[in-house]
């Protein structure tokens, strides 16, 4: 009677995985992008989509769903059902920062089911041709001297490299003056122009403008030096530890997203990073793949969390 009715459970388990599986296969894929097409956490997920449209038969789908620092985007995907047929592949902003910018969100950031990382790219320091300064020694010096008076552009309020100027001037005790820009792109030309004098951008979007002289190029924000500019030293290189401010382009899934389904997406992410010509995609964005597991995604991304949840308290850095 008992191997009877063993027999009757697994059974019923065996056709209930087959059910999943049918319906699994049968919807496509769709990867969630929380930002505007164009830019780096834009490219870097359609390059891996369109080698993942083999694996799934019903194909892989990519929409972007941007507003409110990503939260549209993420709201969306924490309210989809936990299928396996909806990801979010974002950087930090909804995944790990959010939550201490905004005083109320739609969605609960902590009960992400991690997928993977795609990929970091370093920050870097960059400032404008003419500032009479050839390292980061000589920057902060320069700072010192001139406490308040040196300007800093950023994505916005809140952005990446807003955040990354403040935990530079905690941990060098110097302080600047914040301009906003609305993205990447006005903020590059202002500093590129001399209306500013400094930007924490992303590596692939300033790396251009420094071969070309049109701004400097001082440090990398990172453990190791970039093999997109092998010759610029790391800020630990640079005798300011603690300094590494990366952005990762992380793949999460809805709230209760079986672990299973997570690390079988991971398992096809990670073969895909893999290929040598998505190895070289990636570099020319100046990202690094990765393709962490679950596990090690979940430990980085918490991490991530809490230390900008220190800088964000400090700098008084708020949003609606």
Do not use: C
């Not at 992303?202 to 970039?226: F, K, T, W």
């Not at 991304?301 to 949003?319: D, Q």
């Amino acid at each position: 009677m008992v191997q009877f009715l063993n027999r009757r459970i697994a059974l019923a388990f065996a056709i209930l995985l087959t059910s999943a599986s049918l319906a699994y296969a049968a919807k496509p894929i769709t990867f969630v992008i929380p930002f505007p097409p164009g830019g780096t956490a834009d490219i870097l997920p359609r390059i891996v989509a369109e080698k993942l449209r083999s694996t799934y038969p019903a194909g892989v789908v990519v929409e972007n769903k941007s507003g409110a620092g990503g939260n549209i985007g993420a709201d969306f995907v924490a309210r989809s059902d936990p299928d396996g047929t909806t990801f979010l592949v974002s950087p930090p902003g909804p995944i790990a920062i959010n939550q201490y910018l905004y005083k109320s969100m739609s969605f609960d950031p902590t009960k992400w089911v991690p997928v993977t990382v795609l990929a970091t790219a370093p920050n870097v320091l960059d400032v404008r041709s003419k500032l009479p300064v050839k390292n980061v020694a000589e920057f902060i010096a320069y700072l010192k001297a001139h406490p308040g008076k040196v300007t800093y552009a950023s994505q916005g309020n809140g952005s990446t490299s807003h955040l990354t100027a403040n935990l530079f001037m905690k941990l060098t005790g110097t302080r600047m003056t914040h301009i906003p820009y609305r993205g990447t792109a006005p903020a590059l030309a202002a500093l590129v122009s001399g209306q500013v004098d400094v930007f924490f951008d992303n590596i692939s979007s300033s790396a251009p403008y420094d071969r070309s002289g049109q701004l400097r190029i001082l440090a990398v924000a990172d453990e190791h030096r970039s093999l997109d500019l092998p010759q610029v030293p790391t800020f630990a290189e640079s005798h300011v530890a603690g300094m590494n401010a990366v952005t990762f382009f992380a793949v999460v899934a809805p709230p209760g997203t079986p672990m299973a389904i997570a690390s079988s997406m991971q398992k096809a992410i990670a073969a895909t990073l893999a290929l040598p010509d998505v190895k070289q995609k990636f570099t020319a964005q100046g990202a690094e793949p990765r393709g962490w597991s679950p596990k090690q995604t979940g430990q980085f991304m918490r991490a991530e969390s809490s230390k900008w949840e220190k800088v964000i308290n400090s700098a008084h850095v708020t949003l609606g």
